[in-house]
T-cell receptor, first 113, second 108 residues
Framework: DTAVSQTPKYLVTQMGNDKSIKCEQN?????MYWYKQDSKKFLKIMFS???????INETVPNRFSPKSPDKAHLNLHINSLELGDSAVYFC????????????FGPGTRLTVT | RKEVEQDPGPFNVPEGATVAFNCTYS??????FFWYRQDCRKEPKLLMS???SGNEDGRFTAQLNRASQYISLLIRDSKLSDSATYLC?????????FGAGTRLTVKP
């Protein structure tokens, strides 16, 4: 069974569109994250949720809105997509908020044309 | 100054070589430290945690120097399968910060 899963794996869309990426973890973890990895391979945290509550919200455009319907899910909705949003987006989870191993999903490769 | 800085790489080494990576961090209050490995077009995966006393896992040795705020990873007897990008990760409270990664290629 996949521990952290993301859908879709690939997403190609045009500028201005709205899209969502879904993430689910079956590890029973309390904390989930979204990361963005750009073309230079730098992995940067975007959001962190603990028990469905937002605990980290980095400097991310408000076009990005995370939603956590329950502890096992953290979805990412992006409005008005821009070229610069092209990247790989990774979802991750950990047992608790600090100092614990993070388990990553396989990533969603977003290409905005 | 970046929060987590790593050797720029890439490192190209022959099989059997010993290779060392260094990583420095800016937040002296950082609490937890890790090395992750990321294969090409794959997700990062935990390689090992780094403890204050240093720790070893097979061919891999990690060390932490809090006074100088750096972490190191030593790989002995490199294998072809060690080829990957190695990410240094530093945690403070709720926040995990990743370094940009160091690419290692082990050649036959």
């Amino acid at each position: 069974d996949t521990a952290v899963s993301q859908t879709p794996k690939y997403l190609v869309t045009q500028m201005g569109n709205d899209k969502s990426i879904k993430c689910e973890q079956n590890l029973g973890h309390d904390t989930m994250y979204w990361y963005k990895q750009d073309s230079k391979k730098f992995l940067k945290i975007m959001f962190s949720y603990n028990n469905k509550e937002l605990i980290i919200n980095e400097t991310v455009p408000n076009r990005f809105s995370p939603k956590s319907p329950d502890k096992a899910h953290l979805n990412l909705h992006i409005n008005s997509l821009e070229l610069g949003d092209s990247a790989v987006y990774f979802c991750a989870s950990s047992q608790e908020v600090s100092g614990y191993e993070q388990y990553f999903g396989p990533g969603t490769r977003l290409t905005v044309t | 100054r970046k929060e987590v800085e790593q050797d720029p790489g890439p490192f190209n080494v022959p099989e059997g070589a010993t290779v060392a990576f260094n990583c420095t961090y800016s937040n002296s209050a950082s609490q937890s430290f890790f090395w992750y490995r990321q294969d090409c077009r794959k997700e990062p995966k935990l390689l090992m945690s780094v403890y204050s006393s240093g720790n070893e896992d097979g061919r891999f040795t990690a060390q932490l120097n809090r006074a100088s705020q750096y972490i190191s990873l030593l790989i002995r007897d490199s294998k072809l399968s060690d080829s990957a990008t190695y990410l240094c990760v530093v945690s403070y409270n709720n926040d995990m910060r990743f370094g940009a990664g160091t690419r290692l290629t082990v050649k036959p």
